[in-house]
């Protein structure tokens, strides 16, 4: 029986207890899509094309609901390639699928802390210096001078989804709609932790 009782939160919790925890959250279907292609290795094992991302999202779903089906959703977010031979054979452990079920993690996390602060990656790049005062104000840092405010503004912002979409083009609808219908379940959940229905709808929604 594999334990996920201890993970990151708990321990970060035992050894910095003051900390504050800020989060930015990127729509998972998009989150995966730049991963794919920021990471050589999934382009070169699936394809580096539209039917290769396809593929590499069908491979890695298929490996992860068969694990959740035996073991359960929480266990093999958590602990995925420790559940067995089948699961440790699965390429790179279905990790980047993972890390776009926000909601089982930021549930560990608020189980631990209560300062904590969730910032939506598209909200941000869209108006970054605003967040920036908001984390700001979150922190209960001293109010910034003239000069720290400037050198804030001028602070250059690099989105890398905008890098990926330049090099490989945005992908169609038609291939992130299946990725969203996977993703659905923890969206409305992370809209229910959060109390923000922006998580789903908009960029965020199913359909």
């Known amino acids: 029986m594999v334990s ?3 993970n990151l939160p708990a321990f970060a919790a035992t050894v910095l ?3 504050r925890v800020v989060v ?8 995966l899509w730049a991963a794919f292609w920021s990471y050589g290795q999934f382009p070169a094992r699936y394809g580096a094309s539209l039917a290769g991302f396809s593929y590499y999202f069908g491979n890695q779903s298929k490996a992860f609901l068969d694990c959740a089906e035996r073991y359960g959703t929480r266990s093999c977010a958590l602990r995925f390639e420790a559940h067995g ?6 390429y790179y452990h279905c990790d980047q699928l ?7 993690f ?3 996390w608020a189980m ?4 904590l602060i969730v910032i939506r990656t598209d909200d941000y790049f869209r108006m970054p210096f605003r967040h920036v005062r908001r984390v700001w104000r979150w922190l209960g840092l001293p109010h910034a001078r003239p000069l ?15 890098d990926v979409n330049r090099k490989h083009g945005e992908p169609p609808e038609d291939l992130l709609r299946p990725i969203r219908r996977f993703y659905a379940p923890f969206n409305r959940a992370l809209a229910r932790l959060q109390r923000d229905s922006g998580l789903v709808t908009g960029d965020w929604a199913e359909e």
Request: no cysteine.
């Open 98 to 104: 993972i890390k776009g079920m926000y909601a089982l």
């Open 24 to 31: 930015m959250l990127r729509e998972p279907s998009t989150r």
């Open 4 to 6: 996920a009782d201890f």
């Open 85 to 90: 031979p089948e699961q440790a054979g699965v």
């Open 17 to 19: 207890p003051k900390l």
């Open 106 to 108: 930021l549930r560990e």
């Open 112 to 115: 631990y802390f209560d300062k």
């Open 148 to 162: 720290e405010m400037q050198q804030a503004e001028n602070v250059p912002v690099h989105d890398e989804l905008k």
